[in-house]
């Protein structure tokens, strides 16, 4: 306890050197309970190896990224990045609360166009009235000339595609067949359908003392009692229903379809629905909490997973995502994602890391 009692004392402005000693053993545990549970930030303690990954160790696609930046001047800061850490491409996909309109965004990157992948949305304008799915289809043909690759985010988090711009999708999930147009032309203009489902399970289970993401739960929990939001099993049925429907259409799941928690599970999905991906965007928490099962999972389906962040555009987020990938480092802290987990990396072989950072995406957006 004596490491933990002392960083504790630090966290509540009490010097860790000095005065220690002049404090009794009942005064150190009464500062420990008084700390507060959001408050509590650990430091690792071990001296182990430490690795600063400045690079990707290859050529990387970022497959799951946003409209972050503000202005011209972002945009360039944001390619400079790019360049510093390895990544040759970034994703910017399109939903309703981060960016501009997609022909506004597409004319702010335009002039690093090389750099960029552009996703766009449904249009849900007049969704379910007579003609509307024959202008959806238009719509989504329009934008594809303009550019997009495929279509996303699509984020349903039990009450629809929510994000959906310029109309949120509310109510309409991924298996309502009158989006099958939409669905179907998507896999003959081979654009890929990349969508987040649910959350990760922490935000569905009690927010209480045995809930072991506890904090992050409780930032993201879903409030499943809301009219008309469907469940986690739910969710994770409605997808399935689209897997099985669409066989001709590549659906990327995001975030591990939010299922880090069970990747065995995932695994059965990848191995029954050729059409489905999985990126890694936004979830380091959540898979360096099991290094060694998460690095299983991604040595067998290699082939079909792929690189995101969907966490902004610091030189440092992208630098931690690759220390977890390409490094064997143990015991490290990141509050950033909100658990008060410590993260381990995953070290994966050369040959796997070459497909989740380029190959698999290269294959299915046709780069080169």
Same mark, same amino acid.
């Given at each position: ?19 220690? @000693? ?6 150190? $545990? ?47 800061? #944001? ?10 491409? @970034?994703?910017?996909?399109?939903? &309703? ?10 004319? $702010?990157? %335009? ?7 552009? #996703? +766009? ?21 329009? +934008? ?14 039990? *009450? ?17 067949? !009158?989006?099958?147009? *939409? ?5 003959? *203009? &081979? ?17 209480? %003392? ?14 499943? @009692?809301?009219?008309? +939001? ?23 799941? +995001? ?26 965007? /936004? ?28 966490? /902004? ?9 690759? !220390?977890?990938? &390409? ?42």
């Amino acid at each position: 306890m004596k490491p933990v009692c002392l960083m504790t004392i630090a966290l509540l402005g009490i010097p860790a050197a000095g005065s220690v @000693s002049a404090q009794s053993l009942e005064e150190r $545990k009464a500062a420990v309970q008084e700390l507060r549970l959001k408050d509590y930030e650990p430091r690792s303690v071990f001296r182990i190896p430490r690795t600063d990954v400045r690079r990707a160790k290859f050529p990387v696609v970022d497959m799951h990224s946003h409209d972050y930046a503000a202005d011209d001047a972002g945009v360039a800061a #944001w390619v400079r990045t790019l360049d510093s850490c390895n990544i040759r491409y @970034s994703s910017v996909m399109h939903c &309703e609360w981060i960016g501009a309109p997609f022909e506004e965004y597409i004319r $702010k990157y %335009r002039p690093y166009g090389d750099r960029f992948l552009f #996703w +766009c949305c449904f249009d849900y304008t007049g969704f379910g009235e007579p003609g509307w799915a024959e202008r959806a289809v238009r719509e989504l043909e329009r +934008c594809h000339a303009l550019g997009a690759r495929g279509v996303g985010e699509m984020v349903d988090k039990g *009450l629809g595609d929510t994000y959906a711009r310029p109309v949120p999708g509310r109510g309409i999930h991924l298996d309502d067949p !009158r989006l099958r147009p *939409l669905i179907e032309r998507c896999g003959e *203009l &081979e654009m890929p359908v990349s969508i987040h489902i649910a959350e990760p399970i922490w935000m569905y289970e009690p927010l209480d %003392r045995h809930n072991d993401g506890l904090m992050n739960g409780a930032d993201w929990a879903v409030d499943t @009692s809301a009219e008309g +939001c469907r469940g986690y099993e739910e969710l994770m049925a409605t997808f399935e229903r689209a897997l099985a429907a669409y066989p001709g259409t590549t659906f990327i799941a +995001c975030h591990y379809l939010n299922m880090n928690q069970d990747l065995e599970r995932l695994g059965r999905l990848l191995d029954r629905y050729p059409n489905l991906y999985v990126d890694i965007a /936004g979830r380091a928490g959540e898979s360096a909490a099991t290094p060694r099962a998460t690095r299983r999972f991604l040595v067998r389906y290699a082939d079909r997973v792929l690189f995101g962040t969907d966490n /902004g555009t610091d030189p440092g987020m992208y630098r931690m995502v690759f !220390r977890i990938l &390409e490094t064997d480092d143990e015991h490290f802290y990141n509050p950033d994602y909100g658990y008060h987990w410590a993260y381990s990396g995953f070290r994966l072989p050369d040959d796997v890391l070459r497909k989740i950072y380029y190959g698999n995406a290269a294959r299915l957006l046709h780069l080169d």
